[in-house]
């Protein structure tokens, strides 16, 4: 049995999230959520209340269809960053011109299973 999550709109670069995203995948939850506690990264938080959220998803999901999950066993199947909406700012330069500056978002998928 499959249990998913998502993120959308996060304010941080796809390929930033991607470092911490490739730390956590294939792992089981509680071992996912322990690198998340203790990595430095900006998005570490956000993936680790998703990998919570995705958790209370299956146990939802258990309590409602009797699914018969285990959610000692959970491990991320997949997780995977897309890029989001850009937010395009002016940054003023020298003698009258400007430079665009593009403010980045991402995305975030997590995908949770039954190892058993």
């Given at each position: 049995?499959?249990?998913?999550?998502?993120?959308?709109?996060?304010?941080?670069?796809?390929?930033k999230?991607?470092?911490?995203?490739?730390?956590?995948?294939?792992?089981?939850?509680?071992?996912?959520?322990n690198?998340?506690?203790?990595?430095?990264?900006?998005?570490?938080?956000?993936?680790?209340?998703?990998?919570?959220?995705?958790?209370?998803n299956?146990e939802?999901?258990?309590?409602?269809?009797?699914?018969?999950?285990?959610?000692?066993?959970?491990?991320?199947?997949?997780?995977?960053?897309?890029?989001?909406?850009?937010?395009?700012?002016?940054?003023?330069?020298a003698q009258?011109?400007?430079?665009?500056?593009?403010?980045?978002?991402?995305?975030?998928?997590?995908v949770?299973?039954?190892?058993?």
């Open positions: 049995m499959e249990v998913k999550a998502s993120l959308k709109g996060y304010r941080v670069s796809a390929s999230a991607r470092l911490v995203a490739n730390q956590v995948r294939g792992k089981g939850v509680e071992e996912a959520l690198i998340l506690l203790l990595s430095d990264k900006k998005s570490a938080q956000p993936i680790s209340k998703l990998l919570r959220s995705a958790v209370a299956a939802f999901k258990n309590e409602e269809q009797n699914a018969g999950i285990d959610i000692d066993s959970l491990t991320v199947k997949t997780i995977y960053v897309n890029e989001g909406n850009s937010l395009w700012r002016i940054r003023p330069r009258g011109r400007a430079n665009w500056i593009q403010k980045r978002s991402s995305h975030i998928s997590v949770l299973a039954d190892n058993r």
